[in-house]
């Protein structure tokens, strides 16, 4: 599709790879880049920077209710929707369990609080694709066809060391989204998933700094990107129109490389696990490994906080 003269949705577009992907859309010439964002103040600092094009909205991806009215209100305004970026992530930092430290109430049984964390994740990085695309697909069809990318993660392709949530509803979110693509192509619907690995945005940059070993991982996997690198995979893709948005290359290659041995593969990850460590307390008394696996040898995942967070 034409990037150029195109109506555009963007959500988690207050910050990271959100935003760089609405700046690069105006950029390209879109008629109209619309910021949606829990944090509205952000989204419209952003937009404060795009011009005329540009608009901010406050949007919680997990209300189907909000999600149907961004769209009603955007259809309103220009007639169509060509690209719906379907973009919020948080990472979670839990495995089978969370600690107590991590709950806004100590008090609580550790297996409430991890619960929790697992229906946000599923939330957020599944059930909120789900919305948007019920919500947009009709209007799409209408007009002839469209376009859905739904951010995932090399997690969605590969596994997350120390976020079991985040690797699991990641891999529903790359599922999710090659059932769209064949499912709607035949009437003029295009998708693409994109699987980067380590971005330079609050999500990775804010577990790092508070020493998440998950995100360490993320950053030893390979370079750390730029948002601007990413705009470019995405803007590539879009145009040709590329299912699998890979803005690391080398995620192609461990993935080839899982397929092909995934016994070899889980040994290697068992052992990454082990020595990166994690907070999950199932398993022996003391021990802080867990199986949770990422990437190959050369690692890929995501990050791991107690703080959730959009892009």
Not at 60 to 67: L, M, P, Q, S
Not at 205 to 223: E, N, Q, R, T
Not at 285 to 304: F, K, N, P, V
């Amino acid at each position: 599709m034409r990037i150029a003269g195109a109506v555009i949705v963007v959500t988690g577009a207050g910050s990271g790879i959100g935003a760089g992907l609405a700046r690069r859309f105006v950029a390209e010439g879109a008629h109209a880049v619309v910021l949606a964002d829990r944090d509205l103040a952000a989204a419209q600092a952003v937009t404060a920077q795009l011009g005329s094009r540009a608009a901010a909205a406050g949007l919680d991806v997990t209300d189907e209710a909000a999600v149907a009215g961004l769209v009603a209100g955007v259809l309103a305004e220009h007639g169509r929707i060509d690209l719906f970026c379907s973009n919020a992530g948080l990472a979670t930092g839990t495995g089978l369990a969370a600690d107590a430290g991590r709950t806004s109430d100590p008090a609580r049984e550790v297996g409430t609080a991890a619960d929790d964390a697992w229906q946000r994740a599923w939330e957020v990085h599944v059930m909120a694709h789900v919305y948007a695309a019920r919500a947009v697909l009709p209007a799409m069809i209408a007009a002839g066809g469209g376009y859905l990318l739904n951010t995932a993660s090399a997690a969605g392709l590969l596994s997350a060391p120390g976020d079991a949530p985040y690797t699991a509803s990641k891999h529903a979110a790359v599922g999710l989204a090659e059932w769209l693509a064949y499912s709607y192509r035949d009437r003029g619907i295009r998708v693409s998933v994109l699987c980067p690995m380590g971005v330079d945005t609050p999500l990775l940059m804010d577990g790092l700094a508070a020493g998440s070993p998950a995100a360490a991982a993320v950053a030893a996997s390979g370079p750390v990107i730029g948002v601007e690198q990413v705009a470019d995979a995405v803007v590539e893709a879009v145009t040709n129109e590329t299912f699998l948005v890979l803005p690391h290359p080398r995620v192609g290659k461990f993935w080839a490389t899982k397929a092909a041995d995934v016994e070899g593969w889980l040994v290697g990850m068992a052992k990454l696990a082990g020595q990166i460590g994690t907070a999950d307390q199932i398993g022996t008394a003391g021990q802080t490994g867990t199986a949770d696996q990422t990437g190959t040898a050369d690692q890929t995942g995501t990050t791991a906080g107690a703080k959730q967070k959009e892009r």
